[in-house]
């Protein structure tokens, strides 16, 4: 199993209407939102992002973390797992020359619109049936996006990203360390289907031999 690292630490923090959201929510907020549409992300807050739309200022301080951490070089290979309209590949690419960068994500609406400068590098695609041949992949990365799926389908994709990354790998998921962050956490969550303790992730990754490093989501 790898390490748990905060490669997120420079990413800007939002302050999040938690209280809001747990008063607002709905049954129907939360079967729109899971659909990852253009409601998820362009449309009401109540849905998901309420707008997402590129901004440099949450990617370009992240990235000098990530080249640092598996020494990314000229020609070296980094997928995104969950990349929604590519933003963070777009940064990667721009900040590391010769980076090869590919993107995959679930919803056909992210990737419609996804930034022009890597529409190309980015598919729609399962991150639990990743169209990658074994170990062609330097640095698989995903963010806040594998707790989406029910554990059985977790299960196949971390064991995917085993599959097809050759040097490292790095997740975040949403978790909890104590009742008040559970309880904040549920009352924050729109599409997650699989959350856990901190500890119950780190158990659950050692008995599926994931290797890879990872982090948390706590609101």
């Known amino acids: 199993m790898g390490v748990e690292i905060n490669l997120l630490e420079n990413y800007p923090h939002t302050q999040r209407d938690i209280s809001g959201r747990l008063i607002c929510k709905t049954k129907e907020d939360q079967k729109i939102a899971c659909q990852f549409g253009k409601e998820f992300f362009d449309g009401s807050r109540n849905h998901g992002y309420g707008g997402f739309y ?97 554990e059985k389908e977790l299960v196949r994709a971390l064991l995917e990203i085993e599959r097809v990354t050759k040097r490292g790998s790095f997740i975040t998921l949403d978790a909890y360390r104590n009742n008040e962050e559970r309880d904040r956490m549920e009352a924050w969550n729109l599409t997650a289907k699989t959350v856990m303790h901190v500890d119950e992730w780190k158990q659950f990754f050692n008995d599926i031999g994931y290797t890879g490093d990872y982090y948390w989501f706590i609101p």
């Open 54 to 150: 590129y901004n440099a200022r949450f990617w370009k301080n992240v990235v000098p973390a990530f080249q640092q951490h598996w020494n990314l070089i000229n020609g070296d290979s980094v997928l995104d797992i969950g990349c929604a309209k590519g933003f963070m590949i777009y940064d990667m690419q721009l900040l590391i020359q010769g980076l090869q960068v590919s993107g995959i994500d679930i919803s056909e609406y992210a990737i419609d619109n996804a930034k022009e400068e890597v529409k190309n590098f980015c598919k729609v695609a399962n991150a639990t049936d990743l169209p990658f041949a074994d170990k062609s992949i330097d640095v698989s990365i995903s963010i806040t996006t594998l707790h989406n799926l029910e």
